[in-house]
């Protein structure tokens, strides 16, 4: 394990271009938080359709089936549809091993334009909101609700994360950082379709 260090991650394509990924059915700009209670930072308000705000979401129009819009390349373990990150049944696990019953995975499932099987996916949903920044160490001004990446360095703080693997950040946009032990775990698996950035924690 890397110690002292926390990853945000992306998304990249292992086609040399990108491949679409639409959602079929569902509505997600009505999907709805279980708790709406005010937190201060970004997205305050927990609305519909404003996702990763980290917290839980309820099943109510949540896609259940997207479309791959390719045949030559297979989808990845890792990508967007709509704006909702679907990963694979190994990342799934890879999460669920270090943070058990904690994030949500709704079941969806992936098909060509034909409408074959392609693979069984999860919709994503981080469920830790947190304030993880290091202030004494970052250089990184606050401005209004956030840290600004343009005008300094990250630095997170271990004690602020606690035992928390997947979280978003209330402070950071967009703020999604994983652990080194699930990163670890991902490039160990060999995981398609991610991409990380590191920074420093203490």
């Known amino acids: 394990m890397s110690e002292g260090v926390v990853y945000s991650f992306g998304f990249t394509d292992v086609a040399p271009h990108i491949i679409g990924a639409p959602p079929l059915d569902g509505n997600i700009d009505k999907i709805e938080y279980i708790d709406t209670s005010v937190d201060p930072g970004l997205s305050p308000l927990f609305e519909p359709g404003d996702l990763y705000a980290g917290?839980?979401?309820?099943p109510e129009n949540i896609p259940t089936r997207v479309e791959?819009?390719?045949?030559?390349?297979?989808?990845?373990?890792?990508?967007?549809?709509?704006?909702?990150?679907?990963?694979?049944?190994?990342?799934?696990?890879?999460?669920?091993?270090?943070?058990?019953?904690?994030?949500?995975?709704f079941p969806i499932e992936v098909v060509y334009r034909?409408?074959?099987?392609?693979?069984?996916?999860?919709?994503?949903?981080?469920?830790?909101?947190?304030?993880?920044?290091?202030?004494?160490?970052?250089?990184?001004?606050?401005?209004?609700?956030s840290f600004d990446p343009r005008t300094g360095a990250f630095v997170?703080?271990?004690?602020?994360?606690?035992?928390?693997?997947?979280?978003?950040?209330?402070?950071?946009?967009?703020?999604?950082?994983?652990?080194?032990?699930v990163v670890d775990g991902i490039k160990q698996a060999g995981l398609t379709g991610i991409a990380f950035h590191s920074y420093p924690a203490f």
């Not at 704006?83 to 019953?101: M, Q, R, T, W, Y």
């Not at 994503?124 to 609700?145: E, S």
């Not at 997170?156 to 032990?181: C, M, N, T």
């Open 114 to 145: 034909d409408g074959t099987f392609a693979r069984q996916m999860y919709f994503f949903n981080i469920c830790n909101r947190l304030d993880t920044m290091d202030r004494d160490r970052a250089t990184a001004k606050f401005q209004n609700v």
């Open 55 to 58: 917290r839980a979401v309820k």
């Open 68 to 105: 791959w819009q390719s045949k030559r390349y297979k989808p990845y373990d890792v990508f967007m549809s709509g704006g909702l990150i679907l990963v694979s049944g190994a990342f799934k696990d890879i999460i669920e091993n270090h943070e058990p019953g904690v994030h949500q995975f």
């Open 156 to 181: 997170f703080s271990l004690e602020k994360i606690g035992s928390a693997h997947a979280w978003k950040d209330k402070h950071v946009h967009p703020g999604r950082f994983l652990s080194s032990a």
